[in-house]
């Protein structure tokens, strides 16, 4: 599913569409929330119904009676052990920027503009997070979540002429994380807090030694994965 706003609310659009289409009751599970403002290009969601058409051909059925913003890419069938949210093992974030002095209204929408930087100490920061941490320091106030210990499995910083791009792939992500990331590498790069911020916020918790929550605009979820 490709969607560009909140997760709460493109659930029940997406409900009421399957709804209309089955003219049955139809109650999705989604792979997760997204904050609000966040872009889903790789969203993923599940339900069950009985019906005569095909599976692979549902998102063709359903996208027109979806709103601009919100289309289906594909739909298969899943095994009745199959959910969405519980069977999920990776998800893959990207946070845009384009490195300007001068907004751009083309990126605006989906980038940050960030003056340039230094993109190797942004590396070195990044490479900090790789594997299992208690990422506590980089979860907003308010989070639900009962472990704050996560997996990443991959952290790239990827430079492309004025557009940079770092892309993540964990366990899971607690809440505002990737965003308090994004902006506390930013931070390492422009030289405001130092590099080692960056591993005392991992053994101490303290969200104190970190930077500020990047805006939602420029985050995107582009993969959910269902194999280690």
Known sequence: MASSTRQTHRSGVLENALSQLFKTTIKITGSGR?????HA??????FSVDTTIPPQKIYRAINPLLPPDVKVLSTKK???SFNARSSAKKKTYEYNF??????????????????????????????????EH???????TGSSKVTTVRTIYDIRVVKKGQDLTLSITGSGFLYNMVRIIAGSLLAVADGRIPL????????TGDRNYLSKTLPAKALTLKKVSYRV
């Open 34 to 38: 997204t904050d609000t403002g966040v």
């Open 41 to 46: 290009q790789g969203q993923t969601f599940s």
């Open 78 to 80: 899943v095994p009745n």
């Open 98 to 131: 384009y490195l300007s002095t001068v907004e751009n209204p083309l990126k605006e929408r989906y980038a940050l503009m960030v003056y340039p930087t230094d993109i190797n100490k942004m590396k070195q920061a990044a490479s900090l997070l790789l594997g």
């Open 134 to 140: 208690d990422f506590k320091a980089f979860s907003a």
């Open 196 to 203: 080692e911020n960056i591993s005392l916020a991992l053994t």
